[in-house]
T-cell receptor, first 114, second 109 residues
Framework: DAGVIQSPRHEVTEMGQEVTLRCKPISGHDYLFWYRQTMMRGLELLIY????????DSGMPEDRFSAKMPNASFSTLKIQPSEPRDSAVYFC????????????FGDGTRLSIL | KNEVEQSPQNLTAQEGEFITINCSYS?????LHWLQQHPGGGIVSLFM???GKKKHGRLIATINIQEKHSSLHITASHPRDSAVYICAVRGGSGSRLTFGEGTQLTVNP
C-alpha cells in the first residue's frame, strides 16, 4: 500500500518566494498532521486536520504560513513570503481514527530558503 | 525544562550490545510514542504505549505511568539500528504530540 506521499522531496528557493508543500495522506485516513523539524527545535506540530477541518493550528509560526485541506486526499502547506529561518524538513503524517492509532509519516520535504 | 526529556542525547555501541534509551516526561499523558528516524530522514513509528510493555522483534518498549518514564531497549544491536530515536507524548484527549529532542544511536560493526 502507498504510504503518505509528500512533494517535492527537496525545494531550494530564494527568500521572498512563495513555497507550496504538498501531501497525500494514506487513503481512508481521517487525520492529517503537518510537522516541522529543525536542528534547534526538533520536531514541532504545526497544524492538524480531522475530516479536512483544521483542528489545532496553534503551532503555525506566523501569518506567512497557511495550510489547507480541500479534500480527504490532499493537503498543502504554503509559506508566503518565505524567509531563511523557514529552512527545515517538513513532514506530513496521517492517522486513521482514534488517537490510539499510530501516525504514519511521509518522507518529508527538505526546504532551503536562500 | 522541556516537557519531554530523552537520555542519552548520543549513544555509540558495538554490534551485539544491549541498548537502552530513556524518556521522561513532566505532564500527564494518554499515550507515548517511540519513533525512529533514519539517516535519510524518513520517520517510522515503532511503538505506541499507554501502559506496560510492548515487544517487536529485537525492540522492547516499556512505560511506567506513575514514574512518568519510558524506555526503549534494543537487544543484539546491529549497525542498521543506527538512527535517531524520538520519544513523543500525547496529553489528554487531543491529538497534539510533544517531542523529545531525540537520541542519536550509532552501532558500529
Amino acid at each position: 500500500d502507498a504510504g503518505v506521499i509528500q512533494s517535492p522531496r527537496h525545494e531550494v528557493t530564494e527568500m521572498g518566494q512563495e513555497v507550496t508543500l504538498r501531501c497525500k495522506p494514506i487513503s481512508g485516513h481521517d487525520y492529517l498532521f503537518w510537522y516541522r523539524q529543525t536542528m534547534m527545535r526538533g520536531l514541532e506540530l504545526l497544524i492538524y486536520f480531522n475530516n479536512n477541518v483544521p483542528i489545532d493550528d496553534s503551532g503555525m509560526p506566523e501569518d506567512r504560513f497557511s495550510a489547507k485541506m480541500p479534500n480527504a486526499s490532499f493537503s498543502t502547506l504554503k509559506i508566503q513570503p518565505s524567509e531563511p529561518r523557514d529552512s527545515a524538513v517538513y513532514f506530513c503524517a496521517s492517522r486513521l481514527g482514534a488517537s490510539s492509532q499510530p501516525q504514519h509519516f511521509g518522507d518529508g520535504t527538505r526546504l532551503s530558503i536562500l | 525544562k522541556n516537557e519531554v526529556e530523552q537520555s542519552p542525547q548520543n549513544l555509540t555501541a558495538q554490534e551485539g550490545e544491549f541498548i537502552t534509551i530513556n524518556c521522561s516526561y513532566s505532564v500527564g499523558i494518554s499515550a507515548l510514542h517511540w519513533l525512529q528516524q533514519h539517516p535519510g530522514g524518513g520517520i517510522v513509528s515503532l511503538f505506541m504505549l499507554s501502559s506496560g510493555k510492548k515487544k517487536h522483534g529485537r525492540l522492547i518498549a516499556t512505560i511506567n505511568i506513575q514514574e512518568k518514564h519510558s524506555s526503549l531497549h534494543i537487544t543484539a544491536s546491529h549497525p542498521r539500528d543506527s538512527a535517531v530515536y524520538i520519544c513523543a507524548v500525547r496529553g489528554g484527549s487531543g491529538s497534539r504530540l510533544t517531542f523529545g529532542e531525540g537520541t542519536q544511536l550509532t552501532v558500529n560493526p
